[in-house]
């Protein structure tokens, strides 16, 4: 087996302890989770799970809620909605 190495890198509190919470409960050590992770990377040559980008926060949809906003403030461009009345 090769010489294990000390890797270092900062992460936020909150997702530290919530890590260490799942790791407790399926029984394995951060440290462990970490080297799955790794090995997985390195025999799959990609990150093993789906990484997204939220459309919500765009460049697009951005400028869109910034227009929207200033229309509100200004009074501009608003129109009544019909309201749907539930029972």
Do not use: W
């Amino acid at each position: 087996m090769a010489q294990a190495v000390m890797v270092n890198f900062r992460l936020d509190e909150t997702d530290k302890k919530g890590m260490e919470q799942v790791c407790n409960e399926i029984g394995i050590s951060m440290s462990a989770a970490f080297t799955i992770f790794a090995k997985k990377v390195s025999r799959e040559k990609r990150i093993p799970f789906e990484l997204n980008v939220d459309p919500f926060y765009s460049k697009d949809n951005m400028n869109k809620l910034k227009r929207i906003l200033a229309d509100m403030e200004s009074g501009e461009n608003m129109s009544e909605h019909d309201l749907i009345e539930v029972d």
